[in-house]
């Protein structure tokens, strides 16, 4: 048993549903926690050791130079360390609940190992979890959730074209994260009492981020999503009589700091606010399959762990990063046991005030008819110039001071969550442009009587109200040739929808392409094409195109010098026409998920509708690729009626290999959900071997 863990566990009872979903029993929470982590390690061993090796910086060892970046940026973060931090600081009560899950993973990482055919493939044997493993796993999941990778790209705008352009690519979007939910409250259901649904949207894993699982002991009986290596149900739950879901706030709760560094024989020291001062300093070793160790320097200031440049670099790329587990030791992990416990809203809201990151919009029912929309997590306060760019260490000015309140909301018949400014506006920089948000409450508020089974309909919306700018601007373009005149006709009679059987569509995504291709060479831009020499880690944030694509819109009504709007889109859609494709959108935009181990040989996904801004959200890169690398890791729809009515579905499967791997698959492409299943007559008992 796990340091720190006492109280004895017995064997839970594993059953299965027809989609190999796993519902748990056990006589008491530690047992049940335990069949947990036994259950995940069985169905998931792969995908839970290659993050137990990211989180401690070593999965180049067995995945090779590609993963050298990362496990790089994870000692430097001190992402294990901070874990074992956070760890050490909990409860015993807590402690010892994380420890049974762990205790349960070690007791199963054989048998899942042995299930799994990349251990075989890349040598790999399964390790040995330590009691803060999860914790790491979720600083992993996270670290870089919020994105302050963006303050390092405004510092190169900023640097490359002058302070005055630093919000130039302000687009109020993330391209890392998004999530849609909502709550009707009884008066908008059948059956009159409230429903939530939604799906997050995350980059698009095999096996998936999130692992459906049910959870019941005589203390609680809670059915949801996990994350896999986490024990619990952090993000969203249906316990009978409340349930809970979330989306990303968008807010700002990590910070950049600039750092002078010096060395002093084998030490380093840290120019502050109080002058030159002692930082941690070690050099770690990672080991590389195929390839010589690599050397990494792990420095750590009074403002946090060094994750770019040092003594002997560019001063101007050196920057630290300071962010809450890392400066209070507390990753809110007491939460997760309290809200298997919780019963009612009030119950939802309280464990809530311990939450830490990702910091969340929250929207939470029970059936006695309590509503919750808020905010939870930490939000450090401090200058308002810390939200925007890379600041000096050295100032004091730019400090911590305390902590933001979280707000609160009522919830006045529909309440809509979608990353848009609205109940966290005064915490965040960025947020989602409001297209998905507007278009579900169009869609909830035009219709009643609400079922769960319904919810598909607003999961699986196609329309592209971003879509409306470049048209506008489109229309007005003159000087076409016929083929380009005929083409923007067709284009401003279609009906904006993202549909994978649509030739318009494919042909908006084409026009959309040209112009983000055109704006990223223009002179005005051209001198950002060269990424700042920050850590391979953040390139996502720093490559030109990409952030021109997410953009469009703001950058084309910006004031850029030399821009004749007209022109670039009038060559844009003479391009298109001239190529005349007749491609329909789902020919290219495709399922790709991410993979630790690659298959190169495997084929393309299936055909996908929707797009980054349609509520149906499958993303791709604008101007760079068509194929959807992030989307809805999961949908579902909570009834507080009947929990049995509820339904879910995820892009893949239900385990990481085996039948049960993709069986999800076709239903999640059609937009279908799944019934939960709550009768446990109906579902089988797995017994060992």
């Known amino acids: 048993m796990s340091e720190r863990t006492a109280t004895p566990v017995h064997s839970g009872r594993r059953y299965r549903d027809a989609y190999g979903i796993p519902h748990l029993r056990a006589d008491d929470p530690g047992s049940l926690a335990h069949a947990q982590g036994r259950v995940t390690a069985h169905d998931r061993a792969w995908q839970i050791e290659v993050e137990r090796h990211r989180s401690q910086g070593t999965s180049a060892a067995f995945l090779g130079a590609n993963a050298v970046a990362w496990d790089s940026f994870a000692r430097r973060a001190r992402l294990d360390d901070t874990a074992r931090r956070c760890h050490a600081a909990l409860d015993p009560a807590t402690a010892e609940w994380v420890g049974h899950y762990v205790d349960g993973v070690n007791a199963g990482l054989a048998e899942g190992a042995a299930r799994a055919p990349e251990f075989a493939a890349t040598g790999l044997s399964p390790g040995r979890w330590q009691p803060w ?161 690599v050397e990494v320097e792990v420095i750590e200031t009074e403002r946090g762990p060094v994750i770019s440049g040092g003594p002997d670099d560019d001063p101007a790329i050196t920057v630290s990063l300071r962010h809450p587990p890392r400066v209070t030791g507390d990753l809110g992990f007491a939460v997760l046991p309290a809200l298997l416990r919780a019963r009612t809203v009030a119950d939802i809201d309280a464990a809530l005030d311990g939450w830490v990151e990702p910091v969340n919009v929250v929207l939470a029912a029970d059936t006695a008819g309590g509503l919750l929309h808020r905010v939870a997590g930490r939000v450090p306060r401090r200058h308002p110039d810390n939200g925007l760019r890379v600041v000096p260490g050295w100032e004091a000015e730019h400090a911590w001071r305390g902590w933001h309140p979280m707000p609160k909301s009522p919830v006045d018949g529909v309440a809509v969550m979608a990353n848009e400014r609205g109940i966290a506006a005064a915490l965040g920089v960025e947020f989602a442009p409001p297209y998905r948000a507007d278009r579900i409450r169009e869609l909830l ?245």
């Not at 084998?266 to 399959?289: F, K, L, S």
């Not at 508020?445 to 109200?465: C, I, K, N, R």
């Not at 491609?583 to 181990?597: F, K, M, S, T």
């Open 133 to 293: 493993t999860p914790l790491a796993l979720w600083l992993t999941h996270h670290v870089l959730f919020a994105g302050f990778p963006t303050k390092l790209w405004r510092e190169h705008v900023a640097r490359t074209l002058g302070p005055q352009a630093a919000s130039l690519f302000a687009v109020d979007g993330n391209v890392t994260s998004g999530s849609n939910g909502w709550l009707l409250t009884g008066e908008h259901t059948a059956s009159g009492a409230a429903l939530i649904a939604g799906d997050p949207h995350r980059f698009i894993e095999a096996p998936g981020i999130y692992q459906q699982i049910r959870l019941a002991c005589p203390e609680y009986d809670v059915l949801g999503l996990a994350v896999p290596g986490i024990p619990g149900i952090a993000h969203f739950g249906h316990a009978g009589e409340v349930a809970w879901a979330i989306t990303n706030a968008m807010s700002d709760y990590q910070d950049a700091y600039a750092e002078r560094l010096r060395r002093r024989g084998t030490q380093v020291e840290a120019y502050g606010p109080d002058g030159w001062r002692p930082a941690y300093r070690q050099v770690e070793t990672i080991e590389v399959a195929g390839a010589e160790p």
């Open 445 to 689: 508020t035009t219709g009643s009587g609400w079922h769960p089974e319904q919810m598909s309909t607003v999961h699986t919306d196609t329309y592209l109200a971003a879509a409306g700018p470049l048209l506008d601007l489109l229309a007005g373009v003159d000087g076409l040739s016929v083929v380009a005149a005929d083409l923007r006709a067709r284009l401003l009679r279609w009906d904006r929808r993202m549909d994978a059987d649509s030739v318009d569509a494919a042909t908006f995504a084409d026009l959309r392409a040209a112009v983000v291709r055109r704006l990223a060479a223009h002179p005005a831009l051209a001198a950002l094409a060269e990424p700042p020499p920050y850590p391979e880690v953040f390139r996502p944030w720093l490559a030109l195109p990409p952030r021109v694509g997410y953009a469009l819109t703001p950058l084309l009504r910006a004031d850029l010098p030399g821009l004749d709007r007209a022109a670039l889109i009038r060559d844009a859609v003479e391009e298109v026409a001239a190529d005349g494709g007749t491609r329909r959108w789902g020919d290219r935009h495709r399922l790709a998920p991410w993979r630790a181990l690659p298959d190169p040989a495997a084929p393309l996904g299936p055909e996908l509708s929707g797009d980054h801004d349609c509520v149906l959200a499958t993303s791709g890169v604008p101007g760079v690729t068509d194929l959807c690398v992030r989307g809805p890791a999961a949908r579902y729809a909570w009834d507080l009626a009947r929990r049995e009515d509820s339904r879910w579905v995820v892009p893949l499967g239900a385990d990481g290999t085996g039948r049960h791997r993709d069986d999800q698959l076709p239903l999640w492409v059609r937009g279908e959900l799944i019934e939960v299943t709550c009768d446990w007559n109906r579902l089988t008992e797995e017994h060992d071997a």
